[in-house]
């Protein structure tokens, strides 16, 4: 079975500053990768996703991550955050893309300091 | 398009009741999900339908626990008794299920479910 760690719980970042989210995955063959935020008493919102090809791919809101298949890593980035961006973060994966139930991290909380 | 929709949006029952969660997915898409979110143990797969049929419920975590699609269009997620510690987020997601490629999840905004 497929795993997901989300190493830090909370990261707080001055606003401005880069931002880089980590995520390492288990599983025996390439999966799926996807990266969500959910914003308090919100539901999940794709920011985006890897299934195979370039392995940097680009997101919404200025967000990118990069899939490392030697170090099972999909770690998300931020060049420059703004204070729209505190939120819980969440990596995920899945084996069949959206054809199947998603495994996700617990989560990282994005603190942003002014 | 109006997006995954779940209702209520907010659920406050007393141990013992029955509570019924629920969602209306996107128009033409043909998977749905049910997740459950808590602070113990994050996000978590319930169950899963395709074309309305149950694929995969082995994350439903007894039998107080139980999930219809009747059609397309809606499904619900039933909890009968229901226990302080069902309280939880519960989200339902949608997928065309087409292309795996392309293919994405969407969320609905959940429904906070709080059992006293």
């Known amino acids: 079975a497929q795993s997901v760690t989300q190493p830090d719980i909370h990261i707080t970042v001055s606003e401005g500053a880069s931002l880089e989210l980590r995520c390492n995955y288990s599983y025996g063959a390439t999966p799926y990768l996807f990266w969500y935020v959910q914003s308090p008493g919100q539901g999940l919102q794709l920011l985006l996703k890897y299934f195979s090809g370039d392995t940097l791919v680009q997101g919404i809101k200025g967000f990118e991550a990069e899939f490392k298949r030697s170090q099972s890593s999909f770690n998300l980035r931020k060049p420059s955050v703004h204070w729209s961006d505190a939120a819980e973060y969440f990596c995920?994966?899945?084996?069949?893309?959206?054809?199947?139930?998603?495994?996700f991290g617990k989560g990282t909380h994005l603190i942003i300091q002014p | 398009d109006a997006g995954v929709i779940q209702s209520p949006r907010h659920e406050v029952t007393e141990m013992g009741q029955e509570v019924t969660l629920r969602c209306k997915p996107i128009?033409?898409?043909?998977?749905l999900f049910w997740y459950r979110q808590t602070m113990m143990r994050g996000l978590e797969l319930l169950i899963y339908f395709n074309n309305n049929v149950p694929i995969d419920d082995s994350g439903m975590p007894e039998d107080r626990f139980s999930a219809k699609m009747p059609n397309a269009s809606f499904s619900t997620l039933k909890i009968q008794p229901s226990e302080p510690r069902d309280s939880a987020v519960y989200f339902c997601a949608s997928s065309l299920g087409q292309d795996r490629s392309t293919d994405t999840q969407y969320f609905g905004p959940g429904t906070r479910l709080t059992v006293l």
């Open positions: 995920a994966v899945g084996v069949l893309g959206g054809a199947d139930g998603l495994t």
């Open positions: 128009s033409g898409h043909d998977y």
